[in-house]
């Protein structure tokens, strides 16, 4: 580590902690969102199942902005353990992911019949977006997930 | 104050400065736009309002992660501790404003249907939970900013002798 480098890391030092909370905080809003915008509780219908991914694929992107915050301070502070868990968090939306493509795809056409004909075209294209965004959300967040598993490894 | 960055390393600092003076103008037009007309002596205003503007915690905190940056990286000690003075005072604002938040759900929930009862107390919930966590990460924010401008002023007054005498840093 240069002298340069040292020196900002024990100017930044004072506000690490901070960005920290900043990452929790922006994970707590949109997992709040979600579970506000979550109609009652019953997995069992497709229609729950399909409006619960849509909400979570819909606060993935700011999700990962939050761990991005976590990871890029803990690097720039040369923090292993949060860097850690933002990795475990990753993992944990990409699993979420996994789940909630599975639920478009399979749910979708199920809940495509309950759409009123003039709905329907509508429906059609927020499904494809939603699944496209899906798709393009899991392929960011794994690659996320194993370039920052890379230095670990290496040490 | 001592600069952490190369010349061309300075550039994208500056960008994320106007970036993040890009993003606070969009998201504060996007919410006065959603909260005109402006009445503040409505319960129901208020509380949609409040409502509104905790939906904007992540990109706010994101751009105040943003400016905090640029200004560290590029020696800006005056603008930290401005950064850290508005922190503070928005801090002491939300807490303000969770207290006049709280007497306004108590009003509105006996005007609540029954069936959109829990709902109504979900989002209420929602909304004071993440401002008194707001409340919480301004003051942090304020106290550290100042820290951190301290600091830089100290390696400052480190750094003029050693420039001088020619000393590697």
Same mark, same amino acid.
């Given at each position: ?24 905080? !922006? ?10 915008? !979550? ?30 915050? !976590? ?59 939603? *699944? ?9 967040? *794994? ?13 | ?20 003076? +890009?993003?606070?103008? &969009?998201?504060?037009?996007? +919410? ?31 751009? &105040? ?8 990286? +590029? ?28 007497? &306004? ?16 107390? +979900? ?32 390696? &400052? ?13």
């Amino acid at each position: 580590m240069t002298a340069h480098q040292a020196e900002f890391q024990e100017i930044l030092q004072p506000v690490v902690p901070v960005a920290y909370f900043g990452g929790v905080l !922006i994970l707590i809003d949109q997992l709040t969102q979600v579970l506000v915008g !979550i109609a009652g509780f019953d997995p069992s219908q497709a229609i729950w199942r399909f409006q619960t991914s849509a909400l979570l694929v819909g606060r993935v992107s700011a999700m990962s902005l939050g761990l991005l915050l !976590i990871l890029g301070v803990a690097q720039l502070a040369g923090q292993a353990r949060p860097a850690r868990l933002a990795q475990a968090g990753f993992a944990v939306v990409a699993v979420l992911l996994v789940f909630g493509l599975a639920s478009l795809w399979i749910d979708g056409p199920a809940v495509k019949q309950i759409a009123g004909p003039g709905e329907l075209r509508g429906f059609v294209l927020r499904w494809i977006r939603m *699944l496209l965004v899906a798709v393009a959300a899991l392929i960011l967040v *794994l690659g996320v997930w194993l370039q920052a598993r890379r230095p670990q490894r290496a040490s | 104050m001592s600069e952490a960055t190369s010349v061309p390393a300075r550039f994208v600092f500056w960008a994320l400065y106007a970036a993040a003076a +890009l993003v606070i103008v &969009d998201q504060l037009a996007e +919410l006065a736009i959603g909260l005109y007309p402006f009445r503040t002596g409505e319960v129901h205003w208020r509380f949609g309002a409040f409502g509104l503007a905790t939906g904007r915690a992540t990109v706010l905190i994101l751009v &105040d992660a943003l400016l905090l940056v640029a200004a560290l990286g +590029l020696g800006h000690a005056g603008f930290v501790r401005v950064w850290s003075v508005i922190h503070l005072v928005l801090g002491l604002i939300f807490l303000g404003g969770v207290a006049i938040f709280s007497l &306004d759900v108590l009003e509105i929930r006996r005007t609540v249907r029954p069936e959109g009862m829990e709902s109504f107390l +979900l989002a209420a919930a929602r909304a004071a939970v993440m401002v008194l966590i707001s409340v919480v990460f301004c003051f942090w924010a304020g106290i550290a900013g100042w820290r951190s401008s301290r600091r830089s002023k100290q390696a &400052d007054r480190r750094s003029g002798p050693v420039l001088i005498t020619g000393t590697e840093r």
